[in-house]
C-alpha cells in the first residue's frame, strides 16, 4: 500500500495485477519498461509488483538470460507477469534488446524439431513483461513494431530510499497472498458479468483516445488494460470505495 503515493511504482504494481485479464481481451504482450536513474527504486517497485504473485527473489529475471531460457520461462508463467530486471547489462547492444521484445513480443516459442522426429510443443504465454534499466528499452533505430509493444516509463518509482530499502527487504518476507485473493474476487466477479472487463476496458480507451487521440492505438489499449487492473485492485485488495477507485 504504500507505494501506491509514488504513481510510476503504483503503474507497475497495477501492469502486474492486469496481467490476468489479458486473456479475456485477447491482448497481445506487452512490456512496461521503468527507466531512470541508479538509486530510484526502480528495482524495488519491481519486487513489489512481482510479489503480488509469489516470492519476487525467484521469479524476476535478468537481461543476462538466454532467448531460450526467457522464453521458457515466459511459457512457464504464461498469464502472469514476468518480471527482467536490469536492462543495462546488455550494454549497447540494442540489436540483442530488440529481438528479445519481438520474441517475448510474440507470445510464441520458436518452431523445434523432437530428436527422434515431429515437432516439439509450442511454448505460449499471454503476459505483460515488466522490464526496469537505467537506460530506455526502445532508441529511434528501433522497428516500429519494437516501440508499438513497449510502454517507457521514466523516472524514480520510489524515491524514498528509506521506504526502497524497507520493501527489499519486506517482500523477502511477504508475499503471494494478494494475487489469489484478486483472482478468486475476478472469477467471482466475472459469473455475475462475464463482459465487464471488456466494458469497462473499452470505456476507459474510449476516453483516452479522446484525450490523446493522436498517440499509438496500441499504447492506449495497453493502458486502458493497466487502468482497470488499478480500479479491480483499489477495490478487492486495499478496501477502497467503488467511486474514489475510479477516480
Same mark, same amino acid.
Given at each position: 500500500?504504500?507505494?501506491?503515493?509514488?504513481?510510476?511504482?503504483?503503474?507497475?504494481m497495477?501492469?502486474?495485477?492486469?496481467?490476468?485479464?489479458?486473456?479475456?481481451?485477447n491482448?497481445?504482450?506487452f512490456?512496461?519498461?521503468?527507466?531512470g536513474?541508479?538509486?530510484g527504486g526502480?528495482?524495488?517497485?519491481l519486487?513489489?509488483?512481482?510479489?503480488v504473485?509469489?516470492?519476487?527473489?525467484?521469479i524476476?529475471?535478468?537481461?543476462n538470460a538466454?532467448?531460450v531460457?526467457?522464453?521458457r520461462?515466459?511459457?512457464?508463467?504464461?498469464?502472469l507477469?514476468?518480471?527482467?530486471?536490469?536492462?543495462q547489462?546488455v550494454g549497447d547492444k540494442q540489436?540483442?534488446?530488440?529481438? $528479445?521484445?519481438y520474441?517475448?513480443g510474440?507470445?510464441?516459442?520458436? *518452431? %523445434?524439431?523432437n530428436k527422434?522426429? @515431429?515437432?516439439?510443443q509450442?511454448?505460449q504465454?499471454?503476459?505483460?513483461i515488466l522490464?526496469?534499466?537505467?537506460e530506455? $528499452?526502445s532508441?529511434?533505430?528501433?522497428?516500429a513494431g519494437?516501440n *508499438? %509493444?513497449?510502454?517507457?516509463?521514466? @523516472?524514480a518509482p520510489?524515491p524514498d530510499?528509506?521506504?526502497g530499502s524497507r520493501?527489499h527487504?519486506g517482500t523477502k518476507?511477504?508475499f503471494?497472498?494478494?494475487?489469489?485473493?484478486?483472482i478468486n474476487?475476478?472469477?467471482?466477479?466475472?459469473?455475475?458479468?462475464s463482459a465487464?472487463?471488456?466494458d469497462?476496458?473499452?470505456?476507459?480507451?474510449?476516453?483516452l483516445k479522446?484525450?490523446h487521440g493522436?498517440?499509438?492505438?496500441?499504447?492506449?489499449a495497453?493502458i486502458?488494460l493497466i487502468?482497470?487492473g488499478?480500479?479491480y485492485?483499489?477495490?478487492w485488495?486495499?478496501?477502497?470505495?467503488?467511486?474514489?477507485?475510479?477516480?
Open positions: 500500500e504504500p507505494i501506491r503515493q509514488y504513481p510510476v511504482a503504483r503503474f507497475m497495477a501492469a502486474s495485477f492486469a496481467a490476468p485479464l489479458m486473456k479475456l481481451l491482448q497481445r504482450v512490456f512496461v519498461h521503468s527507466w536513474q541508479s538509486r526502480k528495482t524495488s517497485a519486487k513489489v509488483a512481482l510479489s504473485w509469489g516470492s519476487p527473489e525467484d524476476m529475471v535478468s537481461f538466454t532467448k531460457g526467457l522464453e520461462i515466459a511459457a512457464f508463467y504464461q498469464d507477469p514476468l518480471g527482467v530486471d536490469e536492462r547489462v540489436n540483442v534488446i530488440d529481438s $528479445l521484445v520474441m517475448l510474440t507470445g510464441r516459442g520458436k *518452431t %523445434r524439431g527422434g522426429g @515431429g515437432l516439439q509450442f511454448n504465454w499471454r503476459s505483460i522490464t526496469t534499466g537505467e530506455p $528499452l532508441t529511434s533505430s528501433s522497428a519494437v *508499438t %509493444r513497449v510502454i517507457e516509463v521514466y @523516472g520510489i530510499e528509506e521506504l520493501l527487504q518476507e511477504q503471494g497472498t494478494a494475487g489469489p485473493v484478486f474476487r475476478l472469477i467471482s466477479e466475472l459469473k455475475e458479468d465487464m472487463v471488456r469497462l476496458c473499452q470505456a476507459i480507451e474510449e476516453k479522446e484525450w493522436e498517440k499509438i492505438a496500441s499504447h492506449r495497453a486502458a487502468v482497470a488499478d480500479y485492485a483499489s477495490q485488495i486495499f478496501g477502497i470505495g467503488d467511486q474514489q477507485a475510479a477516480m
